[in-house]
Every structure is written in structure tokens, then in C-alpha cells.
């Protein structure tokens, strides 16, 4: 059973809109990730962030943004999505930076 | 963090024993060697890590050359449960900075009742 909650499971919208996955893990762990996982299953860190610091991928444009309430929760905002951003979004946790544990992913349709 | 090599895809039969292997010949002294597996619809699921000697878990035994440039992951008894991407990534077990864990493309298991 995944201890890795990822919301929704599919998302489909238009070019332009704002689009937010959420993500929780009752692990326990401290540190949290967003990867995104293309077309070709290639997986790319986008993503980490602990009770200390974020840590962005240079890579990933600035129209993605992470938001954390708490260390158990780390959500994802697009503010304006592209037909590029379709992919998988995957959330992840660890204890510190050792063992990754994966959501079931957000699978995301960009019209 | 250093690449790995993989081939695409391998099959077996339900029952046997699968030795799939990752080759890593730039390897650095303090990269850990990561097995993780996917199935469709889900994210990657843990398998196993190795930093040197070899290593068993209720999953799989993993094997790593004494030179650290090439590991074998090996399941026994393989079912159709485990057919799957296989993933061979290698990880430095920071403390700090940023994480670049990258997966590639990995190997297709194929399991043939």
C-alpha cells in the first residue's frame, strides 16, 4: 500500500488555465519532490524541498511552483499550462536525501 | 550523476530466475547503485540500493562488481507480478544541495506464463 497520496489521478484542461496537484505522505519522512515523467518515461527532478530549503531544478520554468503548508505535504501549481506540460507528475518523499518513495502519479492533458 | 546502461527489454518465464544487468563504468566513489521498478499507471517502487558489497532483500538479491562498474539485479522465481520497467539509477546520498536523481528509459521485463 503506497504511503505516497497523489490528487487527481488524471487531470485534462485547455492551454492558459491554472492547474494544482496535491500531494501527501504519512511517512514520516522530511523531505519531499516533484518529479515529471515525459512521454518517453524519462523522469526528471523538478523539485525538492525540506524544512529548510527548496531546491528548484534550474530547468523547470518558472510557471511551475511548489506550495507546502507542511512537511508532510508538498503541492504542485502550474499558473499557466502549456501544451508541453502534458506528462506524469510524480510526487515523492525520503528521509532526508535517501530512499525515494513514489505517489501513483497525475496524469496531466493539456488541450 | 554518472549514467547507467541498460539493455531495452528482456523476457523470461514464470518461475525462473532473471538476471538483469546495469552497467556504470564512470561510477563515482560515492555513488550508491539504485534498483526501482514501475508497472503502468503507477510511480517507481523501491527495489533495492547497494553501495559495494552485495546485497539480499525479500525483493531481490542485488549483485555489484568488485570494481562498482556494472550490478546484476537478480529475482528469483519471477511471476507475472514482476514484470515491469526496471530501473538502474546511481545517487549520491547528499545531505544537503540539490538531488539530480534521473531515471532513464530502463528494461522492459517480459514474464511469459
Known amino acids: 500500500e503506497t504511503a505516497v497520496f497523489q490528487t487527481p489521478n488524471y487531470h485534462v484542461t485547455q492551454v492558459g488555465n491554472e492547474v494544482s496537484f496535491n500531494c501527501k505522505q504519512t511517512l514520516g519522512h522530511d523531505t519531499m519532490y516533484w518529479y515529471k515523467q515525459d512521454s518517453k518515461k524519462l523522469l526528471k527532478i523538478m523539485f525538492s524541498y525540506n524544512n529548510k530549503q527548496l531546491i528548484v531544478n534550474e530547468t523547470v520554468p518558472r510557471r511551475f511552483s511548489p506550495q507546502s503548508s507542511d512537511k508532510a505535504h508538498l503541492n504542485l501549481r502550474i499558473k499557466s499550462v502549456e501544451p508541453e506540460d502534458s506528462a506524469v507528475y510524480l510526487c515523492a518523499s525520503s528521509f532526508s536525501q535517501n530512499t525515494l518513495y513514489f505517489g501513483a502519479g497525475t496524469r496531466l492533458s493539456v488541450l | 550523476d554518472a549514467k547507467t546502461t541498460q539493455p531495452d527489454s528482456m523476457e523470461s518465464t514464470e518461475g525462473e530466475t532473471v538476471h538483469l544487468p546495469c552497467s556504470h563504468a564512470?561510477?563515482?566513489?560515492?555513488?550508491?547503485i539504485y534498483w526501482y521498478r514501475q508497472v503502468p499507471l503507477q510511480g517507481p517502487e523501491y527495489v533495492t540500493h547497494?553501495?559495494?558489497q552485495n546485497t539480499t532483500n525479500s525483493m531481490a538479491f542485488l549483485a555489484i562488481a568488485s570494481d562498482r562498474k556494472s550490478s546484476t539485479l537478480i529475482l528469483p522465481h519471477v511471476s507475472l507480478r514482476d514484470a515491469a520497467v526496471y530501473h538502474c539509477?546511481?545517487?549520491?546520498?547528499?545531505?544537503?544541495?540539490?538531488?539530480?536523481?534521473?531515471f532513464g528509459k530502463g528494461t522492459q521485463l517480459i514474464i511469459q506464463p
Open positions: 547497494g553501495l559495494q
Open positions: 539509477i546511481l545517487r549520491v546520498r547528499r545531505t544537503e544541495g540539490a538531488d539530480r536523481l534521473t
Open positions: 564512470t561510477i563515482s566513489g560515492n555513488e550508491y
